[in-house]
């Protein structure tokens, strides 16, 4: 894989499942390790801001590095509060160089599930080798998740856009207005079940046509958006010939049957399944 995929910066190359992915050391890596005297005067700055003052959000040096690049390059100019926070990753509004709203996801080092992380990682082509290192784990992860979120892209599917990628951190399209973030499905009144079903089938459709599968939809990995659904947290998203994959798919298939039935779709896990299996044509081990 290229280091322009691997730096930060956009590409539009989404790559084959069989490619590795590159976790050797990045520019931020570097920048971490020299401590230059405006590397230091930026990450003094940003530990003192209200913002970065999150519970358990405890950043290494590597990562300011990563955030301090990502200026340089100018992908951001400003930082905003949190839309929001856990044990894996915190979610950061910021500006990018035109002054437009983008969100910044910080995988944390320190306190990610490494085990959770590796039940979705190992048996994936893409990240053999990669072993015993929760750092090295996690920044995979987050080349992971941009690759899924090009590939989801170039499948039609309605995703976050992915802006850029250095280390641990991944700015992507902000989903949201002055109000705040998009709302989940779970959180707003759908007028048109049957309709909103229909999109989200064809959108797992797409994805498994393009080799992937989701591997944690549910209604709270699914908002809407500027009048239609998106798929946000692709992170874990897996290719179909993933070890695990025919367990994911179902798991898949169940969450989603069963919010809509509730709504009084008529779905079952089954005829979900049987339509996924019937109407896409994923890529073939050979």
């Not at 590095?65 to 839309?83: C, H, N, R, S, W």
């Not at 902000?174 to 959180?187: F, H, S």
């Not at 797409?206 to 209604?219: F, K």
């Not at 109407?279 to 081990?285: I, L």
Request: charged share 30%; proline share 4%; aromatic share 10%.
């Amino acid at each position: 894989m290229t280091d322009e995929f691997v730096e930060s910066g956009p590409t539009d190359e989404v790559g084959d499942e069989w490619e590795a992915i590159d976790v050797r050391d990045t520019e931020a890596d570097r920048i971490a390790r020299q401590k230059d005297r405006e590397f230091s005067e930026f990450r003094k700055r940003l530990k003192n801001t209200e913002q970065f003052k999150v519970e358990g959000s405890v950043f290494d040096d590597a990562t300011y590095a990563a955030l301090y690049k990502l200026v340089q390059d100018d992908y951001l100019q400003a930082f905003g509060g949190p839309i929001s926070t856990g044990k894996e990753a915190n979610v950061y509004e910021a500006l990018d160089d035109e002054g437009e709203t983008v969100a910044v996801k910080v995988y944390l080092t320190t306190t990610s599930n490494f085990q959770q992380m590796s039940d979705y990682l190992e048996g994936d082509p893409r990240f053999e080798g990669i072993r015993g290192s929760t750092t090295k784990v996690v920044i995979a992860w987050v080349r992971k998740e941009y690759s899924n979120l090009k590939r989801a892209q170039a499948a039609g599917v309605a995703v976050p856009n992915p802006l850029a990628v250095q280390r641990n951190v991944l700015v992507m399209e902000y989903l949201g207005d002055e109000e705040g973030p998009a709302p989940t499905l779970v959180d707003v009144t759908i007028e048109n079940p049957e309709t909103a079903y229909s999109v989200v089938r064809e959108y797992m459709r797409r994805l498994y046509d393009a080799g992937l599968i989701h591997g944690d939809l549910s209604e709270f990995n699914l908002v809407f958006h500027d009048g239609q659904i998106t798929v946000i947290d692709v992170g874990q998203a897996v290719t179909v010939h993933h070890p695990n994959a025919e367990e994911f798919l179902e798991r898949d298939c169940r969450n989603i049957a069963s919010f809509f039935a509730d709504l009084d779709v008529d779905v079952t896990t089954e005829s979900l399944r049987s339509y996924l299996e019937t109407e896409a044509s994923p890529p073939s081990r050979d």
